[in-house]
């Protein structure tokens, strides 16, 4: 075999991630690029790195042995460049984010900025949306979700409390008054989510919540229910780091009253080595302590 650490690179991302097209966005690379290395390095040995499955590729036993060897190679080789530079590691390259869509605007506008200035090589790319299907399919570095189930390739390491009130603009309070109660909404109007965004409600208000209102709009966005409540056209419910930060809106009924859901910062255990995954991991976890009592609310 002649030693490549060109193919060993792409093998540790394709082994990280899973699949030709993870290694591939990870590497900043086409698929093909991944594929020809894949072969190349998979000739030189003469043996199976992977075994290709139908939800991705899976390391064969030979790659499983390799895989610990090339590991050890990258640790040398990014301790060599440490060395010689003689400063602090840059942290630099690619992570994915995997979170809910409010909760990526209030990390962007809450972090981004300072880790930016601080690691100015790292690229932070955020998908919004339930990550779930993405988990399984290991095409994300770090996720925070709210369902408490735990994965294989991942590991927990922070939690947080996320709260929930529901909100209506001062405009419209004044005109039409507070609904008595979270279940008496006779005569009001209510700002809807439809059934897929229902597992980041609470079932506080999911088995009773809003009853007898007229349901003016449904949606599935946080953004699009609180533009429409800005706009008094009814009551809606929000995460309580939303709607207490707009001057707009009053808060009916808080978290209390409402409910909580519990929100998990998981990290791929693929990357949780990488200089850039423990900056990133260390920044989210910090500022989920740091603000702790707003996102209960």
Request: glycine letters at 8%; hydrophobic letters at 45%; charged letters at 25%.
């Amino acid at each position: 075999m002649q030693d490549n650490w060109e193919h060993l690179r792409y093998f540790l991302a394709l082994a990280r991630y899973g699949s030709l097209a993870g290694a591939a966005r990870h590497l900043e690379k086409a698929e093909t690029t991944v594929w020809r290395h894949l072969a190349a390095l998979e000739e030189d040995l003469g043996c199976r790195l992977f075994e290709r499955k139908r939800g991705g590729y899976l390391l064969s036993e030979a790659g499983q042995r390799l895989l610990r060897q090339a590991e050890r190679v990258e640790a040398e080789i990014l301790n060599a460049r440490q060395a010689l530079a003689g400063d602090a590691p840059a942290v630099a390259g690619q992570l994915r984010l995997t979170a809910p869509a409010f909760l990526a605007v209030w990390f962007t506008e809450a972090f981004l900025p300072a880790l930016q200035r601080r690691h100015p090589l790292l690229c932070l790319e955020i998908v919004t949306g339930s990550p779930t299907a993405i988990l399984a399919r290991r095409e994300t570095d770090l996720a925070l979700r709210f369902d408490a189930a735990r994965e294989r390739d991942f590991a927990t390491e922070a939690e947080a409390e996320i709260g929930f009130g529901l909100y209506a603009s001062r405009v419209y309070t004044r005109r039409y008054g507070r609904a008595p109660a979270p279940d008496r909404f006779d005569g009001h109007r209510l700002i809807a989510f439809d059934e897929s965004a229902g597992h980041v409600a609470p079932q506080r208000w999911l088995s009773r919540g809003g009853r007898g209102a007229e349901v003016v709009l449904r949606s599935n966005s946080a953004a699009l229910r609180l533009a429409a409540a800005k706009r008094h056209l009814g009551a809606t419910l929000l995460p309580s780091i939303v709607g207490d930060r707009d001057p707009a809106l009053e808060c009916w009924f808080p978290a209390d009253r409402l409910g909580r859901l519990p929100l998990s910062l998981l990290v791929a255990r693929r990357i949780a080595h990488l200089p850039r995954s423990q900056v990133a991991r260390d920044a989210l976890a910090a500022l989920l302590d740091d603000n702790r009592a707003a996102l209960r609310g």
